[in-house]
């Protein structure tokens, strides 16, 4: 079974670093690519960037550019997104989802999602 | 502030159908970039419901259907039941500057 386990709800303060983890299994991992998406408390989603762990390569959405860093293991079949620098308007669920190329392709798994929390 | 635009609800008694629509623009839907549809059920993660080329995952009825014409796109629910009450957000890629991927604003559809 293809599936996509996300690390835990995490609670921080403004200004401090955060790793959350999405760990892949049931398929190829560095063959597919995965995708962050960011739902603010009540609002939609938003498409945050894409890694390719097979060779890295990361594209990130204008909004997150220099915000977040993308990056993935695949020793242990694990995508990451982190955090250098907190801040409260980053509280919000994040998903991961597996997206099987560019351009004209859905993210068709999706993991259950990372709460956020970040206090000021 | 998203390049895809849904209405904000829809809603139908059951065994009805219901239409989402999706409007976009020539950097996204209008360029032929392929639309996605995902469902989120409140409280859950979204799910991949339609890709593009009216594809349905195993598991997904064929109440749902999709289409695409121009700058917009559809999607269908027919035989409205209960547990399709849910969020429904469309995605496509844009190659403007606006982002890479860009999802719709959402769509809130009850079941009266």
């Known amino acids: 079974e293809v599936q996509l386990v996300q690390s835990g709800a995490e609670v921080k303060k403004a200004g401090e670093s955060l790793k959350i983890s999405c760990k892949a299994s049931?398929?190829?991992?560095?063959?597919?690519?995965i995708a962050w998406v960011r739902q603010m408390p009540g609002r939609g989603l938003e498409w945050m960037g894409i890694?390719?762990?097979?060779?890295?390569?990361?594209r990130y959405s204008p909004s997150f550019q220099g915000q977040v860093t993308m990056s993935a293991d695949e020793s242990i079949s694990t995508a990451y997104l982190q955090w250098s620098s907190l801040e409260a308007s980053d509280t919000a669920m994040y998903y991961c989802a597996r997206q099987l190329g560019l351009y004209h392709y859905s993210m068709d798994v999706w993991g259950k999602g990372t709460t956020v929390t970040v206090s000021s | 502030q998203s390049v895809l635009t849904q209405p904000p609800s829809v809603s139908g008694a059951p065994g009805q159908r219901v239409t989402i629509s999706c409007t976009g623009s020539?950097?996204?839907?209008?360029?032929?970039?392929?639309v996605h549809w995902y469902q989120q059920v409140p409280g859950t993660a979204p799910e991949l419901l339609i890709s593009?080329?009216?594809n349905r995952p195993s598991g997904v009825p064929d109440r749902f259907s999709a289409s695409e014409s121009g700058t917009s796109a559809s999607l269908d629910i027919t035989g409205l039941q209960a547990e399709d009450e849910a969020v429904y957000y469309c995605q496509s890629y844009d190659s403007s500057l606006s982002g890479f991927y860009v999802f719709g604003t959402g769509t809130k559809v009850t079941v009266l």
């Open positions: 890694i390719y762990p097979g060779d890295s390569d990361t």
């Open positions: 049931g398929y190829s991992f560095t063959t597919h690519w």
């Open positions: 593009g080329d009216n």
């Open positions: 020539s950097s996204n839907i209008g360029a032929g970039y392929k």
